[in-house]
């Protein structure tokens, strides 16, 4: 009964964002303010209604209903509680459903935060998330029910991939759609937008915290899925430009470039046309990005299950969405009065640069995630686009964009005065220089040493620009200390998220400098009781244990010494799992991490005469990596609670009557 | 100013073509990740295998004139073919020799193996050293070739077969070479 009140509920839902698409639009159009309400309305309901259909999916997995073909598939009675919990968007059907689920919570948050918006803003709006919920809604029902029984039903489930039975993964999905499902805010605004042809200061000021918000769940969603594939992959790696890691992070720089350029349209009213055109982009590649993941086009390490039915309707569904608003871009677009001018050298200009750089670093990945498909298609044979194409394109399109990054905060709006600000910034240029020299001369001054001394310049470049910025604002050592203080608490909270999240990609930085320049491994056979030196640490294998038993799985737990000048640092037990449900192993590598170095230990299959392949790295900084991309969700966090989106942009006009 | 704002969507309903072409190669068949055979349609490699039991027939390219035959690569150790085997037994009689080439096996556990499973097939060879197997460009087991009645490798399945393969990939070959 409950999964019939589910599926039940999840047609209503369809009914209802039906109504939500069209009602809302023409009043809006009529401006018929009762007509517009009835979005708000609806906004309700359609969350209440799939949040109904979700908790009924979850139910079914927690009292492990085998009558439901999805959790028969999905889930098994040995499962830990939590991983019947997290199986529930560990398959597609669920994971669509918490797609719109999460797509609904946004349109509720429109509806509850949203009541300072001019109505017919919020109506338009509205209308367009709506639009986007009836095609997945449909989507759902009509390819993916999740619903579906199963009679007889099976005494017990298939049980879930274990490879999604991991903290790391589990909880990825929820933080990546909410930042994927995020961007369609800014689209639905820009849509808006682009219908009423008005796009304005107070425009930018309504879309930049949504912006925001979901750029932070995105950036914590890619770095959770950067950490799982570090730590359970095995290689030591912890980005690997697989077409789904390339599927989040095309949405991700095209959102980094949208909250920058909106700056511009919030404080200096220009640069409309470009802003919308991102907002279109970014949702349009989290969209294309579900897509490439589910239709089985591209091939992918860990793709979900390829179906060609499902994939034509996301194709049509992206061409209805994404052709359409771009069409209406297209369209409308000219209309936007272009406002004030500045000159290329300006602050204007270099968030301009930074929007140039961020989209062609995003069009080179896409380019690289899709080309296999073009040559395919071409003719051309099979052929697949690795790192190296990667780290070719993508590094010399960032060292301009860092380097501007110090720049850019100091140039003044409209015109700037570049050689004054790089005078402001002699200290970091000097001390960049200084670090890259020393680094250089440390790794032994040869043409390699060039790489790491590169890297590490420029971190100290951003991260020492970004300080002397904060320090001018500040007036420190310019002005008696008590005002210094004074000025620093009364810094907008905004400008403390630029530069804590420019401090955060400076460390970013600094780990994959690190851990493309130092990092070193050993990959041995070593039988119980051998020591294997790496980077200065001696490493024992004191004996593999079989047959330990966890909830579904049986593990072979290898047990090390690590060693430095004889002293014991750190006993590592990495693991091999055997999950019984389905039958699947797993690796789970043994880390001990001071925060600057990883010493990381994975243990591989007997070599049948007493020995394990072992394999054992040493990555420099790669715990940076991570630590960077929390600091950015936290500068991320900073900048929302700035005081004016708490209290929202002033109405420029009288509220229509 | 006008034509640039419509670059985007025109860019975008090139690549959506792309992928409205790639889903379609998808539904004939034709995954990303599937590999093409440089062997198709090319005459089958110089061999001549002995026999699994000893007094049997062997295999050599010769004999392959005159009739369709499917060569499926297995071995006791592999275990995909474990799965495909139960397959294979209703594949005797369907209008072709189906000879079975155990690979880089030792004959005592490959017999055990078929005792164990049945022996589906017409004829048994083996290449101990896996030789043909490098010759037909065998990536893996299971792996089986169709060849016509001019000796010529008509068709490769990669993997193991599946009922839904062998009903709409390897029946309507065979009945297409009968012809």
């Known amino acids: ?657 | 100013m006008r034509s640039y704002a419509f670059l985007p969507v025109v860019i975008f309903l090139v690549l959506a073509g792309f992928f409205g072409y790639r889903l379609l190669m998808i539904d004939k068949g034709d995954a990303p990740n599937f590999i093409p055979s440089a062997m198709i349609d090319k005459p089958a490699p110089d061999f001549d295998m002995p026999p699994l039991y000893d007094g049997k027939a062997g295999l050599k390219t010769a004999d392959l004139q005159g009739k369709v035959t499917l060569i499926n690569f297995f071995a006791s150790w592999c275990v995909p073919c474990r799965a495909e085997h139960q397959l294979l037994s209703g594949l005797t009689g369907k209008g072709f020799v189906l000879a079975g080439v155990n690979y880089k096996d030792k004959p005592e556990d490959a017999k055990a193996w078929l005792d164990r499973l049945g022996n589906p097939y017409d004829l048994l060879v083996a290449d101990r050293q896996g030789q043909t197997g490098i010759d037909f460009g065998v990536y893996g087991v299971p792996e089986s070739y169709l060849i016509d009645k001019q000796g010529r490798i008509r068709f490769k399945q990669t993997g193991p077969f599946t009922p839904e393969s062998i009903e709409k990939e390897l029946m309507p070959r065979v009945a297409e070479l009968n012809k």
């Open chain 1, 1 to 657: 009964m409950i999964p019939e009140t589910g599926h039940y509920a999840l047609i209503l839902a369809l009914f209802v964002a039906i109504v939500q698409a069209i009602v809302p639009l023409v009043g809006a159009a009529r401006d018929d303010r009762p007509w517009m309400e009835v979005g708000r309305t609806a906004a309700f309901a359609q969350f209440l209604l799939i949040a109904i259909a979700f908790g009924a999916l979850t139910w079914s997995y927690v009292t492990s209903d085998f009558s439901v073909v999805n959790v028969a598939q999905n889930s098994h009675t040995d499962k830990p509680l939590l991983y019947k919990i997290t199986g529930v968007w560990g398959n597609h059907e669920g994971s669509m459903l918490l797609w719109v689920l999460i797509l609904a919570a946004y349109g509720l948050a429109l509806a509850l935060f949203g009541r300072n918006l001019p109505p017919a803003l919020r109506a338009r709006a509205l209308a367009v998330q709506a639009m986007i919920s009836v095609g997945f809604l449909a989507f759902i029902l009509f390819t993916s029910d999740p619903f579906a029984r199963l009679d007889p039903a099976p005494l017990n489930g298939n049980g879930l991939n274990p490879l999604l039975q991991d903290p790391g993964l589990a909880f990825h999905p929820p933080f990546l759609y909410l930042g994927y499902v995020g961007f369609s805010m800014a689209f639905s605004f820009a849509i808006a937008a682009l219908i009423e042809g008005r796009v304005d200061a107070a425009w930018a000021r309504w879309v930049r915290p949504w912006t925001l918000a979901a750029w932070c769940f995105l950036t914590l969603g890619i770095a959770m899925g950067s950490w799982w594939a570090y730590y359970t992959l095995g290689w030591g790696g912890w980005w690997y430009w697989d077409p789904t890691e390339n599927a989040s992070f095309m949405p991700w720089l095209a959102g980094t470039a949208l909250l920058h350029s909106a700056i511009v349209v919030e404080k200096r009213d220009t640069l409309k046309a470009w802003t919308i055109l991102l907002a279109i982009f970014a949702f349009s590649l989290s969209l294309l990005g579900t897509f490439i993941v589910r239709s089985g086009v591209v091939t992918s390490v860990h793709s979900f299950a390829a179906d060609p039915a499902r994939g034509v309707f996301i194709l049509a569904l992206l061409v209805l969405v994404i052709g359409g608003s771009l069409m209406l871009f297209a369209l409308r677009s000219p209309s936007l009065k272009a406002g004030g001018l500045f000159t290329p050298l300006s602050r204007e200009g270099s968030l301009l640069l930074n929007n140039v750089l961020m989209s062609t670093a995003c069009g080179t990945v896409l380019l690289g995630t899709l080309y296999p498909l073009f040559a395919d298609a071409l003719g051309l044979g099979k052929i697949s686009v690795g790192p190296p194409f990667f780290n070719a394109v993508f590094i010399p399109l960032m060292v301009p964009m860092v380097a501007t990054m110090a720049l850019g905060p100091m140039m003044s709006w409209k015109r700037g005065d570049l050689m004054g600000a790089l005078v402001r910034l002699r200290i970091a240029f000097v001390l960049t220089l200084v670090v890259g020299i020393a680094c250089w001369l440390l790794d032994g001054g040869s043409v390699q040493a060039l790489k790491a001394a590169g890297g590490f310049a420029l971190a100290a470049w951003l991260l020492i620009g970004s300080i002397v910025e904060w320090a001018e604002r500040v007036k420190l050592f310019k002005a008696p200390l008590v005002e210094s203080l004074n000025r620093a608490r009364h810094l907008p909270r905004a400008a403390y998220g630029m530069t804590i999240t420019h401090l955060a990609l400076a460390v970013v930085i600094i780990g994959i400098t690190g851990s493309a320049v130092w990092t070193s491994e050993k990959i041995q056979v070593m039988r119980p009781g051998e020591t294997v030196t790496l980077s200065g640490f001696d490493l024992t294998l004191n004996g593999v244990e079989d047959g330990i038993k966890g909830p579904n799985y049986t593990a072979s737990r290898a047990s090390f010494t690590a060693r430095k000048n004889g002293e014991v640092v750190a006993q590592m037990s990495p693991e091999k799992r055997l999950y019984t449900m389905p039958p699947r192993p797993t690796t789970d590598a043994a880390i001990h991490t001071n925060f600057i170095n990883d010493l990381y230990v994975v243990v591989g299959d007997p070599d049948g005469k007493g020995g394990y392949v072992t394999r054992l790295y040493h990555n420099t900084l790669v715990p940076w990596i991570f630590i960077g991309a929390v600091l950015m969700v936290f500068g991320g966090l900073v900048s929302l609670s700035d005081r004016r989106h708490r209290i929202g942009a002033p109405t420029r006009k009288t509220k229509a009557a």
